[in-house]
């Protein structure tokens, strides 16, 4: 996607809250350290944004204005990561 501003529009179709990390970073989504303090967590380096506790059903948005880079977008709720709720995102331009 193209560097400047962006806006994830979500929508919980699961059957458990969710939520949407957005992390800038060089390492790889499917290799983020675990929380020191939550092993069904893990860590969150340069997190940019989130929108937390979507309901079942609901909608959420998140506005943010992204660089050029790399990212990982996850679902960091207890074991949900671990569930494979994590995705790279690229971003193009400055």
Do not use: R, W
């Amino acid at each position: 996607m193209p560097a400047g501003p962006v806006t994830f529009a979500i929508t919980n179709s699961g059957y458990v809250p969710h939520e949407l990390v957005v992390l800038q970073t060089s390492v790889p989504q499917d290799q983020l350290p675990l929380s020191s303090t939550d092993p069904k967590q893990v860590q969150e380096p340069g997190l940019l944004g989130q929108a937390q506790n979507i309901a079942v059903g609901a909608t959420a948005t998140l506005k943010l204005t992204l660089a050029g880079g790399p990212y990982d977008l996850i679902c960091n709720i207890d074991g949900h990561y671990k569930d494979g709720m994590h995705t790279a995102l690229t971003v193009t331009g400055s």
